[in-house]
DNA sequence: TATTGTTATACTCTATAACTATA
DNA sequence: TATAGTTATAGAGTATAACAATA
């Protein structure tokens, strides 16, 4: 199947013509960021006090009790003294725990806290509910669409 | 229409758990950048000397002969002392050039050169030919409906 | 008064290098 | 030798504040 022709090429914010752009995956999620970004920064990070760096990271500890700060890094792509000081404010705030690792001395198994679990879930009910509030004008048929596709570029990760 | 059942709740990378942020638009966009991202850095932004930024910048001055900086400030979402500093590092290198305005003397028109129009376009082939290549496990309608849903996600900016 | 653009400055995020402890 | 994690340090990238010129 041929690629239908690419419809008007203008930029959301700013009228301007973006033909070659319309086509390039990493502008264009780029530009969906700013409207996610905005939205977290408007109605989330203030009122948790959690950037989203540290939203993902506590929400990754709370789903995968006993993960090690390694893998941390290798899912979020960063490197090791980021997650470090990420982990450090965390734990700071008494949202997770860091544990030696019995079978692995050099390993520190991350937990999160009571706090830090209610804390995240309070977090993701606000993020979904304004992601639903704000992605309206799509159906949930283009929504769910949007999310299994991002999710399968985001695994092309090993191939490249 | 309800919204079908998620799959697998795994990262890319690093094999965690990710249940609860399967959902949420701006993780798998972030996720998905980082693709993206390294695909540019590995194949582009050495070999034509451009950074993301610059590269984006490039383009829209090539695609809109005689805009201002204000307005690409707006179109990227960015404060406009950061669209000062990345056009004089274009202007530098002879990309682009700063016009005054003969009918509003505080307005900078910006114009590619013809260095910067052949730079931008060859860059750009490089990019569409190593997204495609990168996005293969994609269909054509997949590639092109993951385009189109996340133009419609960006455009919806002037709404928040 | 408001807007365009610049300069000065500081903050956030991230990376590399060097190190310790362990495997 | 290689890996997990930390510390120290430097580099991107971005933002706010103050300013000049113009509308």
Redesign the pocket.
Known sequence: MAIAKLPTPSTPAGRLHEATLHSILGYQLAQASIVTNALYTKHTAQVFDL???EYTLLTLVVENPGG????L?KAL????????????RLEKRELVV?EKSE???????LRATAKGIKLASQATAKILEMEKQALKGLSALEQYTLLELLHKVGSLRATI
Request: proline share 7%.
């Open positions: 950037r989203p760096a090690s700060m390694a893998r890094a792509a960063v490197s090791a003294p980021n997650i470090t000081a990420w982990v450090d860091r079978s692995d001395k050099r390993t520190q198994m």
